[in-house]
């Protein structure tokens, strides 16, 4: 599994690099750093156990910059972290960089929860985008308000399959529709065309 986060600032980066990446290499196994103008990519392959929220505020608040500090979900290969990677880049030029100190893929949904497209469904649903078992799995759920044993008889499962399809997808794509925001957010995401 591929992860990276995205360290921004409003400064040219490059002057900070070095800081970042020693920083950062406490916390994570970098596998690999690119550098845009004004955002540090740092590329790993593993689990954290760390808030990275934390750290960024407490890398703001010891330098006295501003940073904000994206961090994704897993993806399961280098190229579909890549694709994915364009569009969270698109999406954060497009907030307000004093609005967030950390982002993931929830904040970015809930800032353009307005204005939902099939772009956002395809980066948020990933492989199940035409998976239309998974997808009317989903919108049963939620429609009967998230209740297992109401959703498993209108899908015609077992409790047992619903639950792992559920959990399947939370693996795959960060969204655990057994939470009420995510719920909404995954709700609001399936009625876009």
């Known amino acids: 599994m591929y992860r990276y986060i995205a360290i921004e600032t ?44 934390d750290v960024i505020i407490n890398l703001s608040q010891d330098t006295l910059l501003d940073f904000r500090l994206y961090q994704s979900h ?42 939902l497209d099939a772009s956002f469904k395809a980066y948020i649903l990933k492989k199940y985008i035409d998976d239309q078992m998974m997808i009317e799995t989903l919108k049963t759920y939620l429609e009967t308000n998230q209740n297992m044993s109401r959703a498993a008889k209108d899908l015609y499962i077992h ?6 399809r559920l959990d399947k997808f939370y693996q795959v794509t960060g969204f655990d529709p057994r939470k009420f925001i995510d719920g909404f957010l995954l709700y609001s995401l399936l009625l876009t065309t």
């Open 74 to 115: 897993y993806y399961e290969s280098i190229h579909s972290l890549e694709d994915n990677l364009l569009f969270v880049e698109q999406k954060l030029k497009l907030i307000n960089f004093n609005k967030y100190v950390f982002i993931d893929d929830h904040i970015i949904i809930k800032h353009f929860i307005k204005s």
């Open 10 to 53: 409003k400064e040219n980066i490059d002057q900070y690099e070095q800081m970042i990446t020693s920083l950062f290499s406490e916390v994570l196994h970098i596998d690999k750093v690119k550098v845009d103008q004004h955002i540090l990519w740092i590329y790993f392959s593993h689990d954290i156990d760390i808030s990275l929220k």
């Open 159 to 164: 409790r047992n399959t619903l639950t792992q």
